[in-house]
């Protein structure tokens, strides 16, 4: 009877802690919200949709096979988002308040307990503290998967992403102690991509196939100061960037040549914009966002970006804030004030 007690008991421990294993599960409970709806995807294959977690009197439960570990995101209305590490067995606890998503707590694996700590350690830290210590971790832990996440979010899409050489420091640390990660892999070709576009160094040659069937090469505007502008109207924070265009246009009687490269994906709302700004240069507009060779072989990884090109189609100037990293030099190359 105390042997079948034991086991008992050993099994119930079993179950309790964790799922079958071929399965993750994802549970959370979030005070100060009643009902609503958060989403979930997954980057590294982990699911091949988005799918939509209901939240019933402050608490969700998701499961969805698992056979290998991946990375899930969880997308709040507000557009911020968790990272979750998991892997088939893994039982997830998300908790938080709804009023202060940022102090949400990710628990139940080693991964997610690791990095819940080390984001709420940091929390409200500026970004030189928190490039300073994703760093430190990535170097102390280049196995984990918390490592990856860490780069990608740092070193491709944030601050460190403009150190050159650290990023690739990193990054081969990370090749040699992940050899199979799949998203290291692909991003191979993203981080070579990222030199292209440099001050000093020539401009890479494309062709763009525009919506009336004309094509636009970056070669026959040399002998010409080219600007290069990406944007979306979707993205309210890149959409000034067909106004900075119109006016310098103006300003400069056209000497100024632009080619601009639309992100939209709804026909209508780019023909809205494009009459408001008045634009009189090639706006290319696939309706493909993202889906787009030309960005990946660019290096173009964010919106609003623009580039400044000068006579011999060599980089003058590039970066994601206009009136900080491209506006000063053409004030300066045509006398402007």
Aim: charged share 25%; proline share 4%.
């Amino acid at each position: 009877m105390k042997r079948f007690s034991l086991y008992f008991l050993f099994v119930f421990t079993l179950l309790s802690c964790g799922g079958p294993d071929n399965q993750f599960r994802l549970k959370g409970e979030f005070t100060h919200l009643q009902q609503g709806e958060f989403f979930l995807y997954s980057p590294d294959g982990g699911i091949d949709r988005i799918d939509t977690i209901k939240i019933v009197g402050g608490e969700f439960e998701y499961t969805t096979p698992l056979t290998t570990p991946a990375t899930f995101y969880l997308l709040y209305p507000n557009y911020s988002e968790h990272v979750i590490f998991a892997q088939g067995g893994d039982v997830i606890r998300v908790s938080g308040d709804a009023r202060s998503l940022s102090t949400t707590r990710i628990t139940g694996s080693e991964d997610n307990d690791t990095f819940t700590k080390f984001r709420l350690e940091h929390l409200g830290k500026p970004q030189t503290e928190w490039l300073e210590e994703a760093t430190k971790f990535i170097r102390q832990n280049p196995t984990s998967r918390i490592s990856t996440y860490l780069f990608m979010k740092h070193f491709l899409q944030g601050e460190g992403a403009d150190n050159q050489i650290e990023r690739s420091e990193l990054y081969n640390l990370l090749c040699q102690s992940q050899p199979d990660n799949k998203l290291l892999i692909i991003w191979r070709q993203e981080i070579e991509n990222r030199n292209k576009i440099a001050v000093g160094k020539k401009f890479p040659q494309f062709e763009l196939v525009m919506r009336d069937s004309s094509v636009v090469n970056v070669s026959d505007y040399k002998g010409k100061y080219l600007l290069l502008t990406f944007w979306a109207g979707w993205n309210s924070n890149s959409t000034s960037l067909l106004f900075h265009t119109r006016r310098l246009r103006r300003q400069t009687n056209k000497e100024l040549a632009a080619i601009s490269y639309s992100l939209d994906v709804n026909p209508r709302l780019l023909a809205s914009a494009e009459r408001s700004d008045t634009v009189d240069w090639p706006n290319y507009c696939d309706f493909r966002g993202w889906n787009n060779t030309h960005l990946s072989t660019l290096g173009i990884r964010d919106i609003p970006y623009s580039v400044l090109v000068d006579t011999a189609q060599v980089v003058v100037a590039e970066g994601d804030n206009f009136e900080k990293d491209i506006l000063p030099h053409i004030k300066q190359i045509f006398n402007l004030k």
